[in-house]
């Protein structure tokens, strides 16, 4: 297994470019089911959920096409298109690698009138059940019935009739089913407390741009009017907002000053906003977002919510980023049962950290310093990176194949902005 080693103490100045984001990667590449058309989708990361998913898709009768890119670019441009299905069943040993594979449950269901899907199964972070995605669409007229670690679903006549739903807590992976599923049903579905990230707004973006007729897109409440068919469209993939984050994040710990190439501000406002309250100069530029630091970050409180609120997915890297800070900083993790993976490892170089249920208090050290760690989830390993910028002597992190789902090219990234860090392939 390959290992990223870091030598600390640059400060990172310069640009890094922002990927495709991986979250909206990962509901688009499903869409495709949805039609008999190529959907072609620009700005594809180069992650490893992104290829694990075109396998998946490869299974079902899609066929993948990567235009050719120089290796020096980031993202590349896929062509999907399923002709006919082969197959509407995804299995348990593709699923449980990959959770997001779920997602392909409802594309499924609206275009072939059935699905049988392997349970994900939980993961690091928590026990991650999909009741919320199978009640939504049995409330659009599916008919599900669980055997045997699988999820089988059926349309009765074939097609989806349309209802209305409200689900009890946000769901972002529920929503997007939700939405695939019901693009392509006979009646109107309406989705109320529905997720409103910016990925969830991509996706409806790209459903739109296919045919489907979605109102309210960007707000708790989604009204899908179903179509009887979708057609072909080229789509780009929105910017990474967590990677900009996260990489906002080490340039505060290492007092630096870099610009985050594509970031857009209005889709990770509470993240700016937290890097504002640890003192960051954060500001807009033509082609992107710059974040500076000097000085150790201030303390911060922060509590994990659905988006607009602060990001889950950006929790362990201000928590690594507050290791240094002067002072203590309060997080609250609201979403997940078991996001703190990545304390005991941060505990390793010499953060000062107490995690007390769903929250921790991070008192700021003088210093962090280097030491092998275990990368657990994805985010978890961002962390571990963060700190390892920052720490005087070397960080070894191990398990990087956790990094590489969720970061394109992350060592080049921060090699390119002066840090000093390598990848030693295991073989
Ligand atoms: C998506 O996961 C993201 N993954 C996660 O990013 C992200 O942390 C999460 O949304 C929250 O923003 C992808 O988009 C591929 P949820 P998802 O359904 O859809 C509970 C990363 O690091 N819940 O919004 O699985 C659930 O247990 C990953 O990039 C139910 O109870 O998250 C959790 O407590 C990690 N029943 C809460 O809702 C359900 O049927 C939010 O989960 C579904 C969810």
């Not at 594309?107 to 928590?126: D, F, K, M, N, Q």
């Not at 939504?136 to 989806?160: C, D, H, M, N, W």
């Amino acid at each position: 297994m390959d290992q990223i080693v870091i030598r600390g103490g640059q400060r990172l100045k310069g640009r890094i470019p922002i990927s495709g984001a991986k979250n909206a990667a990962l509901t688009l590449l499903p869409c495709a089911l949805l039609t008999d058309e190529p959907l072609t989708l620009r700005n594809l990361p180069r992650l490893a959920d992104v290829d694990g998913f075109g396998h998946l898709l490869n299974q079902l009768g899609c066929s993948t096409t990567i235009e050719g890119s120089r290796p020096e670019d980031f993202g590349r441009v896929m062509t999907a298109r399923t002709t006919t299905l082969t197959s509407t069943v995804a299995p348990y040993d593709i699923v449980r690698k990959m959770r997001a594979s779920i997602l392909v449950l409802g594309p499924l269901l609206a275009r072939a009138g059935e699905a049988t899907v392997s349970l994900p199964g939980g993961c690091a972070i928590g026990n991650r059940p999909i009741d919320l995605h199978l009640k939504a669409l049995e409330a659009f007229g599916a008919q599900i019935e669980l055997t045997s670690g699988y999820v089988k679903a059926v349309a009765p006549g074939g097609r989806l009739a349309g209802g209305k739903f409200t689900f009890p807590v946000v769901s972002v992976g529920a929503t997007e089913n939700a939405l695939m599923a019901a693009s392509l049903a006979k009646g109107t579905c309406v989705l109320e407390n529905a997720a409103r990230e910016p990925e969830i707004v991509d996706l409806c973006n790209c459903l739109v741009a296919m045919g489907a007729h979605v109102e309210g897109i960007g707000t708790e409440t989604l009204t899908i009017e179903g179509v009887d068919r979708l057609h072909g469209a080229t789509y780009r993939v929105m910017a990474d907002r967590i990677e900009a984050g996260s990489y906002a994040c080490a340039a505060v710990i290492t007092e630096g000053d870099v610009e985050l190439v594509g970031a857009k501000a209005d889709e990770m406002e509470a993240t700016l906003s937290a890097l504002r309250q640890a003192g960051a100069t954060v500001e807009e530029t033509k082609t992107g977002i710059r974040v500076a630091m000097s000085g150790r970050a201030q303390p911060v409180t922060l509590s994990t919510a659905p988006y607009p609120g602060f990001a889950t997915d950006m929790q362990a890297q201000f928590m690594a980023m507050a290791t240094l800070g002067s002072g203590a900083s309060l997080f609250t993790e609201t979403i997940f049962e078991n996001r703190y993976m990545h304390v005991p490892e941060l505990a390793r170089m010499g953060c000062d950290i107490d995690v007390r249920g769903r929250s921790a208090v991070v008192r700021g050290v003088d210093r962090l310093v280097g030491a092998p760690v275990m990368a657990t989830d994805l985010r978890a390993s961002m962390s571990l990176i963060i700190a390892g910028l920052a720490a005087q002597g070397t960080t070894e992190v191990n398990r990087v194949y956790h990094l590489d789902r969720g970061y394109e090219r992350l060592e080049e990234k921060l090699q390119a902005v002066g840090a000093d860090i390598e990848r030693i392939s295991a073989g």
